[in-house]
């Protein structure tokens, strides 16, 4: 049978695992196009909305799981946007995001004046990298350090590249794929104008700047989260759907008629598909793998520090925008966005928020939270972001598991391996999205493949979804 060959399952039931954006958009696909097709949708969390979840505190103060947006120029995710757009109403936002490097703190995506901010040594190590670039075979390229050496220059990688991605990690940059580069640049830099953000395109720049309008989607109240609470509720109304939080897949079982499901509660869903979200290692593990035969897939864990400050508090007014990068690797701080930067409203006048970000390997089970927020704390101040006594009126902080996958020098192979094994299982068991592709996309992404594999699916045809080929990665 051809891979794009009709399929037919009488009647069709799919159970969709993970209630984040990727299930939440397959849910609502499948319910819209699907007239006489039965969906069950599985979450392992009390509630739905996955890593695009916001937070309310004290009924004012409003946070995204770090900072969320949507961003696209695919007209097919576009239309499914505005359509929950109408129950969750949408604003247009610009974008801000800087990077703090050398104790400075520049503007990211670089711009020509930024270059001048550099230190003259550094500037000229750095022109001579320039003009006398290292190059290396196609397999040296595949390693992460070697792209970015003959992308960027020994001279950026040493000072910055190599110690944020190793804090962000948590693994030395010898260890990790080239793939971490290109998906990790492309991600950041949203704008055509910025693709492949080398040194050579920063001095074309200076000479001949651009002139760049990005624009973004943001809910207008809630945070990014409402929107995802609004895809769940629709979702709900539906007679022929089934929403189930804090439940997760025991174990599948494959037979000719589809695909037998037992959850943790002990009862059995029978469906004629399976979609999964949730991690591909606890995929593996349902569908009947030793854990010793499971191919080499980790995830990183990020804890979220939310904190709320008085406006006076906050030293450094350059530093409050959406996205600001701390490159020392010497602090455990990775990333800081400030939601007000997101929506004005989402902090009350005359206050300020921060959502700081620190990543940690999933095998660390236990940390002592506040033993990180007062290190937190003291890398703000060292930085010169927070007044030497601020004190946060709210702190809350939470671990999110498996944020990022890692992709070490042989990630590819054993996805291909984890693939390799799902499709012989059944291929009806579909992985999707970050944690069952063990890509590294964004919401956009996530919404683009649920609406590609559902689309199939109604259409009666083997789903299929080109990640690597739809958004970064070396082929």
Aim: with cysteine; glycine share 6%.
């Amino acid at each position: 049978m051809s891979q794009r060959s009709a399929l037919h399952y009488s009647p069709m039931n799919v159970l969709v695992v993970g209630g984040g954006p990727s299930g939440l958009a397959a849910s609502y696909n499948l319910i819209q196009k699907g007239k006489d097709i039965d969906v069950v949708l599985l979450e392992k969390q009390p509630r739905f909305g996955g890593l695009a979840k916001s937070f309310v505190y004290e009924g004012k103060y409003v946070f995204d799981i770090g900072p969320k947006r949507f961003h696209t120029e695919d007209q097919e995710v576009l239309a499914f946007i505005h359509e929950i757009g109408a129950l969750c109403p949408l604003t247009t936002i610009d974008r801000s995001s800087r990077v703090h490097f050398l104790n400075k703190i520049f503007d990211w995506p670089l711009k020509g004046k930024e270059l001048f901010k550099l230190p003259p040594a550094l500037a000229l190590r750095s022109a001579m990298d320039l003009l006398r670039p290292k190059h290396f075979s196609d397999e040296e390229l595949l390693r992460f350090d070697k792209y970015i050496i003959q992308k960027y220059g020994e001279t950026l990688f040493q000072l910055f590249f190599k110690p944020y991605t190793e804090k962000f990690l948590q693994r030395p940059v010898e260890e990790i794929h080239s793939d971490w580069a290109t998906t990790g640049i492309n991600r950041s830099i949203i704008n055509k104008e910025h693709k492949g953000n080398s040194l050579r395109e920063l001095v074309q720049r200076v000479l001949l700047p651009q002139s760049v309008d990005a624009n973004f989607l943001y809910p207008e109240r809630g945070g990014f989260g409402a929107f995802w609470d609004a895809c769940a509720a629709e979702v709900q109304k539906n007679a022929r759907v089934r929403m189930m939080l804090s439940m997760t897949v025991r174990k599948l079982q494959a037979h000719g008629a589809g695909i037998t499901a037992t959850l943790s509660d002990g009862s059995q869903v029978e469906c004629s598909h399976v979609l999964w979200s949730g991690r591909l290692p606890d995929l593996l593990q349902a569908v009947g793998m030793r854990e010793a035969d499971r191919p080499d897939l980790h995830f990183l864990d990020t804890l979220f520090l939310d904190l709320v400050f008085d406006e006076k508090d906050i030293l450094s007014k350059q530093a409050v925008c959406q996205w600001l990068y701390i490159s020392s690797g010497e602090l455990s701080l990775s990333r800081i966005s400030f939601p007000k930067c997101m929506l004005p409203s989402n902090i009350p006048e005359g206050k300020q928020g921060l959502c700081v970000e620190v990543t940690l390997r999933e095998d660390r089970e236990s940390v002592d939270e506040s033993r990180i927020l007062d290190r937190v704390l003291q890398e703000l101040k060292d930085l010169r972001i927070l007044e030497e006594h601020a004190s946060p009126q709210v702190a809350e902080i939470r671990r999110e598991r498996s944020t990022y996958p890692v992709y070490h020098r042989r990630y590819r192979e054993v996805v291909g391996e984890a693939m390799h094994m799902v499709g012989q299982f059944s291929d009806r068991v579909i992985p999707m999205g970050r944690c069952g592709c063990y890509w590294y996309n964004n919401t956009d992404h996530s919404i683009k493949q649920a609406l590609k594999i559902t689309n199939d699916i109604v259409a009666g045809l083997r789903p299929s979804f080109d990640c690597y080929g739809w958004f970064g990665g070396k082929r």
